[in-house]
């Protein structure tokens, strides 16, 4: 289902949440997601932490606590407000389980970087799935509790499993090496998101004949995907490619149909 199901379920179930925290929370779930499966890992966590405002602001407001506006607006006040709650005032997941999950990935995507040693073996995406699974359980729960005592279930049911749904990338990267996980893909494909992974700087043309080769061609296919690029790439002059607007948006369809398919 898209957002607007997904929406709908959020914002007119039995126990509603304000639309305008939905929308923004969705927005951002969304956004998370699709830098999670470009190999965006530093993105992703951001996303996740604007995620993470807009659920505390819609369960601060349907829990009557008070949600600043502007700077004066706390995660962890919010927070705190809502723990403070009575037992039995509201959903234990407004209360308790939510609030200490979002709390979880506040504190990952606002020290993003910062707690690791250097040493170590690919922090940010570690960060960056822990994320994406906890702001998925959040978002199936937000769903739970807007749709409690409903009629049917079903509708809710379906898409809290598939929120849970473990998220792969779409987009691996192996010591510089690019990998373009997509069941079915075409090589100018593979080129274009290669270069939109490596935007803005630029890669040769043999290097990018190269990356496509590894991805399941041919040379000879690799080398007529790379040609079928012209009016979508920059050639400095002496065979080093970066994609134009149009190439980009190009990489930007590819990857929003494949994540749709995912």
């Not at 803005?200 to 043309?205: A, D, N």
């Not at 000879?220 to 920059?234: F, I, S, Y």
């Not at 490619?241 to 995912?262: F, H, N, P, Q, V």
């Amino acid at each position: 289902m898209d957002n607007t199901g997904i929406r709908k379920l959020l914002v007119e179930g039995p126990h509603p949440f304000e639309a305008k925290h939905v929308t923004a929370l969705l927005k951002h779930y969304e956004a998370l997601v699709d830098h999670f499966r470009m190999s965006e890992w530093d993105d992703c966590t951001a996303k996740a932490g604007k995620f993470v405002e807009a659920v505390v602001k819609a369960l601060g407001a349907s829990a009557n606590v008070p949600v600043g506006k502007g700077r004066k607006f706390k995660v962890g006040a919010v927070i705190n407000g809502l723990n403070g709650l009575a037992q039995g005032a509201v959903d234990e997941g407004v209360r308790i389980t939510i609030p200490r999950c979002c709390q979880f990935v506040y504190d990952i995507a606002s020290n993003r970087g910062g707690r690791h040693d250097a040493e170590e073996v690919n922090p940010n995406e570690m960060d960056a799935a822990a994320a994406v699974s906890n702001c998925s359980w959040v978002l199936a729960e937000l769903i739970r509790i807007a749709q409690k005592d409903a009629v049917d279930l079903g509708e809710a049911r379906e898409i809290v499993e598939s929120l849970t749904e473990r998220k792969y990338p779409l987009v691996e990267i192996v010591d510089g090496r690019f990998y373009l996980l997509k069941k079915k893909k075409t090589g100018p494909e593979v080129a274009l998101v290669a270069l939109a992974t490596r935007h803005p700087k630029r890669i040769s043309r043999e290097e990018l004949i190269e990356t496509v080769r590894r991805n399941g061609f041919t040379v000879n296919n690799a080398r007529m995907a790379v040609t079928r690029l012209t009016g979508l790439v920059d050639d400095d002059g002496t065979g080093k490619l970066r994609l134009l607007a149009t190439g980009r948006e190009k990489a930007d369809e590819i990857m929003i149909a494949a994540r749709r398919k995912a």
